[in-house]
């Protein structure tokens, strides 16, 4: 019997037209293996109210989109049966990279015509999902900065205003409890790793697995500005976890008090939030997609 897909594209994501996507996946889905519908989003969360719905009606969501995209769906299928399929079209395409799925919609669709599936781990904070990485501090600060200003998405422009923003940022004590140890720490930022990078190829958590039941908290000190291009470096060359200001302390439940409430990330999105955040790892809760290459 054949499989049933459904494909829900995010217009807005990666500041990509996608027009010609459903031309692609007629192109390349195989039809001997897929019959298929596709949804275009009109806005935030629709994503995860037609996932939500397809939960039964359809074998695999596909998400079209960045992080954010499938956040939304996958928490709409996490728990279940149903799928994660994602061709990428975001800025970042954290997870993506990290399951090894092409970045051209060619090659992904046919990734999903090969459909090796797996089973991940996923996060939650403050009872929220998360897939790929969750933080506070400095990302999530660029994440509302994004939100709220009038910045295109796309990766050029993050970079651009994580410059303008870096040198006025001001970092935060963290009190960082993960599995009854406790840790004092100044941080420019906090990241929650479950997979390995932010997106771009960028590796706070080099050694991070989306399969370990472990998620990895990956606290960046404060560090001089000169040395900004040194831990860029450090990213893309999977690097981060030798530099001595990165400490990473892998966990399953992570209780963190902070000095000022406000903004947190999930995959990306910023959300607010108060000084006392909670997070913790649910395993094996995702049935996804992944690319020929992806290695446990
Ligand atoms: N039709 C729409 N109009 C405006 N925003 C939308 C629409 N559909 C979805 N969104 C929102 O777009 C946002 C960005 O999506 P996404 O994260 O996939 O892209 P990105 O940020 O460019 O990529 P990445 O997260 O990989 O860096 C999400 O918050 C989502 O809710």
């Known amino acids: 019997m054949k499989r049933k897909a459904l494909f829900i594209i995010n217009p807005v994501s990666g500041g990509k037209k996608k027009d010609?996507?459903?031309?692609?996946?007629e192109d390349y889905l195989d039809p001997n293996v897929f019959e298929y519908d596709v949804e275009f989003t009109t806005g935030i969360f629709h994503a995860h109210d037609l996932a939500k719905a397809a939960v039964g009606e359809y074998d695999v969501v596909v998400?079209?989109?960045g992080d954010g995209t499938v956040n939304e769906v996958a928490s709409a299928i996490a728990e279940t049966d149903t799928?994660?399929?994602v061709i990428p079209y975001g800025s970042g395409n954290g997870l993506s990279r990290f399951l090894s799925i092409p970045m051209d919609a060619q090659g992904a669709i046919k990734t999903m015509n090969a459909a090796r599936i797996v089973t991940i781990?996923?996060?939650k904070a403050n009872g929220q999902w998360f897939f790929n990485m969750a933080g506070m501090g400095f990302d999530a600060h660029i994440s509302h900065v994004f939100a709220h200003g009038s910045e295109k998405r796309g990766f050029f422009n993050y970079f651009k205003s994580s410059l303008q923003e870096i040198a006025r940022y001001k970092s935060q004590s963290y009190r960082i409890e993960i599995d009854g140890r406790y840790y004092n720490r100044e941080a420019f930022m906090l990241s929650i790793a479950n997979s390995s990078q932010y997106g771009n190829n960028?590796?706070?958590s080099p050694q991070a697995s989306v399969q370990d039941g472990l998620l990895d908290v990956c606290i960046i000190r404060p560090f001089p500005l000169w040395r900004f291009p040194e831990m860029g470096l450090r990213m893309f060359t999977k690097t981060a976890d030798r530099s001595k200001f990165v400490e990473?302390?892998?966990g399953r439940n992570i209780n963190i008090v902070r000095t000022q409430p406000g903004p947190i990330?999930?995959?990306g999105e910023p959300q607010s939030a108060g000084i006392d955040i909670n997070i913790n790892i649910v395993p094996h809760t995702l049935k996804v997609i992944v690319g020929s290459l992806y290695k446990y």
Do not use: M, N, S, T
């Open 20 to 25: 010609g996507v459903p031309e692609i996946v």
């Open 265 to 267: 990330h999930l995959d």
């Open 83 to 85: 799928v994660l399929g």
């Open 63 to 65: 998400a079209v989109g």
């Open 248 to 250: 990473i302390i892998k």
């Open 202 to 204: 960028a590796h706070v």
């Open 121 to 123: 781990d996923a996060g």
